[in-house]
């Protein structure tokens, strides 16, 4: 089979707008479906029950795609700035931009094209974020970087603003360096489970979803977030960066990302949340369209923004 060097896959992967990127063979993943069994036994997915569904093929990737031979694992640069202080609202920097399942599938495509140019019976399957599969695990083992204690990938290079992404392939790169994990670079450092105002961070790597600020806001469906996670929401209607703001990895590396399509829309940078409370159904599918704000429905982020407007209990109690 005809393929290209390994090189020259870094060079395109790199020119498809990825910062890092590694190789892996079939790991072995019994420790860390061990881990997440236990996870999901504590109740820390809260109701994401998808977190607990199809379980087998979270710790054995082949089973997404059987002729799977290796697990190209990448990252990309999503860090659009520091958000602007006189904003009344924050949405998360992931999010203030295109959909980043749309962006990565499209490059991780283009990148199984390239290797079909090589040889036309390459198959491959593009996942990020999409599919059963331990993605930060999997770039942990390919050594893209190591998972600190907010349970996030840090990257040597750049922190932890980046997007994760995998293609399963039916091929191996014969001159495929062996990955090398990266070591735990935290070290003592504490600072994003000190800075959690809600405390979801309940170990190191742990985080108790139905702490989350992010989870309330994003993946709850429900009507009303419970006062204690409400009085400590500091202004997030769509995620939470806090963890990631102070960990000093990206005090120190974070970098503007390439990639346009990651930059924030107006609206998301500045929320205006007398503007969102107006909006009807069709302007919140215009507004939001390719965007991961839709994952909120029209309804979740009414119901972020009508807590935000709350008067927090010190105010009231004057």
Same mark, same amino acid.
């Given at each position: 089979m005809n393929l290209p060097t390994y090189p020259e896959l870094e060079a395109k992967v790199a020119?498809?707008?990825?910062?890092?990127?590694g190789c892996l063979s079939l790991p072995d993943m019994?420790?860390?479906?061990? /881990?997440?069994?236990?996870?999901?036994? /504590?109740?820390?997915?809260?109701?994401?029950?998808?977190?607990a569904d199809q379980f087998e093929k979270r710790q054995f990737p082949q089973q997404l795609m059987p002729e799977t031979k290796t697990i190209l694992c990448v990252a990309m640069n999503y860090y659009p700035g520091e958000l602007p202080q006189e904003a009344e609202a924050k949405i998360a920097r992931y999010a203030q931009g295109d959909d980043y399942h749309d962006v990565l599938k499209k490059q991780l495509r283009l990148l199984l094209i390239w290797l079909q140019t090589y040889d036309a019976d390459i198959q491959g399957k593009p996942l990020t974020d999409s599919a059963p599969i331990m993605e930060k695990t999997l770039a942990r083992k390919a050594g893209l970087g190591?998972?600190?204690?907010?349970?996030?990938?840090?990257?040597?290079?750049?922190?932890?603003?980046?997007?994760?992404?995998?293609?399963?392939?039916?091929?191996?790169?014969?001159?495929?360096?062996?990955?090398e994990p990266v070591r735990d670079l935290c070290g003592k450092c504490r600072r994003c489970i000190e800075a959690c105002p809600t405390d979801a961070i309940v170990a190191d790597g742990v985080v108790d979803a139905n702490r989350c600020i992010s989870y309330w806001t994003i993946e709850y469906k429900g009507?009303?977030?419970?006062?204690?996670?409400?009085?400590?929401?500091?202004?997030?209607?769509?995620?939470?960066?806090i963890c990631q703001e102070v960990c000093p990895w990206n005090i120190k590396f974070a970098q503007p990302t390439p990639v346009d399509a990651f930059l924030p829309r107006p609206w998301n940078l500045r929320p205006n949340l007398s503007e969102i409370q107006q909006l009807t159904e069709p302007e919140f599918k215009v507004?939001?369209?390719?965007?991961?704000?839709?994952?909120?429905?029209?309804?979740?982020?009414?119901?972020?923004?009508?807590?935000?407007?709350?008067?927090?209990?010190?105010? /009231?109690?004057?």
């Open positions: 020119e498809l707008g990825f910062q890092k990127m019994t420790f860390e479906a061990g /881990q997440l069994k236990t996870w999901l036994a /504590q109740g820390f997915h809260g109701e994401m029950q998808w977190m190591w998972q600190g204690k907010h349970s996030n990938l840090i990257t040597r290079e750049i922190g932890s603003w980046v997007f994760l992404g995998e293609l399963l392939l039916n091929i191996t790169f014969p001159d495929a360096p062996q990955p009507d009303d977030i419970p006062q204690p996670i409400a009085e400590n929401m500091q202004g997030w209607i769509f995620g939470c960066d507004r939001y369209r390719k965007s991961p704000i839709k994952r909120a429905k029209l309804k979740g982020l009414l119901r972020n923004v009508r807590v935000s407007l709350q008067p927090s209990p010190d105010l /009231q109690a004057r």
